[in-house]
């Protein structure tokens, strides 16, 4: 549904969405959002099959997401709300919010739902329009008059975010890609990347914490067969930085991730007791 130039839509998350602390894992976090942002380019007419006959492609090139401590539960719906917040010569800038409207107020109250809007994430994005003939970027001019920019921010502003340098590695790890990391221009996914960069957390963390915020720079293309080291370091303020290099040393994808103690874990009777929610 799209209003005022805000795009809404609601979507049940499965099994595969949660992490074993009730959160939206990352990945689900990043896909239900980039398929609102392609819905809504299809309104519009601007979808990636609609701008490929210009040989043009859409690009993400960078997300920052803060995450809340949001319990979610199998089978639970949730909203997903972006618009275009900016529009510039090259960039295109969507910001986003995912919200619940049964939020962690519930767990502690079983005898009733709590249909309160809760938040689950926020955040803004920058994408950019490829030439595949020439792979530059093109400008934004030709979509200016389908979209409509409404110029509320979810982050304080859309400078980019520099990443610190990273330090001595505290884990590494290789990874060869498989067609399993692949999307349908035959690239590793944006969202394979980030999966492969946070199997580098150690499971103490994992196991223990939840996701608080997000900020991605994808960098390079890498395709199938490529290895990718993923070294993760330790910023002097306590987040963690994940840096993928390719085989020749080009840092393909940077990640800064940060991460607080899980507030409350479920009973396991409150997820079986649908009837709850």
């Not at 960078?62 to 618009?83: H, N, Y």
């Not at 950019?128 to 792979?135: E, F, Q, R, S």
């Not at 080009?250 to 409150?270: A, N, T």
Request: charged share 20%; with cysteine; proline share 4%.
């Amino acid at each position: 549904m799209l209003i005022d130039g805000k795009y809404t839509n609601t979507y049940t998350s499965t099994a595969s969405d949660i992490t074993p602390l009730y959160r939206l894992t990352p990945n689900a976090l990043l896909m239900y959002f980039q398929d609102s942002f392609a819905r809504m380019m299809t309104i519009h007419g601007l979808a990636a099959f609609d701008i490929v006959r210009q040989h043009r492609m859409w690009v993400i090139t960078e997300v920052q997401m803060d995450v809340q401590p949001t319990v979610t539960f199998w089978s639970e719906d949730f909203t997903v709300e972006l618009w275009v917040s900016e529009l510039t010569a090259l960039r295109i800038y969507c910001d986003f919010r995912i919200v619940s409207r049964r939020g962690s107020a519930s767990v502690s109250a079983p005898q009733g739902r709590d249909d309160s809007e809760v938040l689950i994430a926020s955040g803004t994005s920058q994408w950019n329009i490829l030439n595949l003939d020439t792979k530059r970027l093109e400008m934004t001019d030709f979509m200016a008059d389908r979209l409509t920019v409404v110029p509320e921010l979810m982050t304080g502003t859309h400078k980019k975010v520099r990443l610190p340098k990273p330090m001595l590695p505290v884990m590494q790890m290789v990874h060869r890609v498989t067609r399993l990391d692949l999307d349908f221009n035959f690239h590793v996914s944006n969202r394979s990347y980030v999966s492969i960069a946070l199997l580098t957390m150690p499971e103490e963390v994992l196991s223990s914490q939840t996701l608080s915020s997000l900020t991605v720079h994808w960098l390079h293309e890498t395709y199938l067969d490529d290895t990718l080291t993923c070294s993760l370091s330790r910023t002097d303020d306590g987040a963690c930085l994940h840096t993928l290099t390719n085989a020749a040393g080009v840092v393909v994808c940077q990640l800064m991730s940060r991460w607080q103690p899980q507030p409350v874990v479920p009973d396991i009777s409150e997820v079986l007791d649908r009837a709850t929610l």
